[in-house]
């Protein structure tokens, strides 16, 4: 894992995210499978609010935000890409299953270099994950 990504990572385990329609949880036991190597960050699991600040993101790549949780209640969720809020959607969370929610940014859309995630939980007892990823 890169220095980047290493950073990113422990930065979203100090803040969080979310997401919209029911799936399995990962095999890992999280909510959202690792990125792999597309990935930006990933929050693996957090509960209650959240968000994360990272780096790296480059303009010409489409950007996807995706959100996992469960729980009952909610997540609102809205990204900002310096400084100017790219997106914006909240996802139902069942208290017996998961649901994911994702929004896909066409490129430019985030700007080059840094931007962050927020994530409002209804609730302290709803479980998320989150992931952001620049496919190729």
Same mark, same amino acid.
């Given at each position: 894992m890169s220095a980047r990504?290493? #950073? @990113?990572v422990a930065l979203l385990a $100090?803040?969080? @995210? *979310?997401? #919209?329609g029911a799936v399995p $949880? @990962? $095999?890992?036991g999280g909510l959202l499978p690792h990125p792999g190597p597309e990935g930006l960050v990933w929050v693996p699991e957090w509960t209650g609010d959240g968000g994360v600040a990272s780096g790296g993101a480059r303009e010409g790549l489409p950007t996807v935000l995706t959100v996992a949780c469960e729980g009952g209640g909610s997540v609102a969720v809205t990204m900002e890409s310096q400084q100017v809020q790219v997106a914006e959607f909240s996802v139902d969370c069942p208290a017996d299953s998961v649901s994911v929610g994702s929004v896909t940014m066409d490129?430019? #859309? *985030?700007?080059r270099g840094s931007f962050t995630v927020d994530v409002d939980a209804s609730n302290n007892s709803v479980r998320w994950a989150l992931t952001v990823t620049q496919p190729e």
């Open positions: 990504r290493t #950073v @990113a $100090a803040f969080g @995210a *979310v997401g #919209v $949880a @990962a $095999a890992d490129p430019g #859309v *985030v700007q």
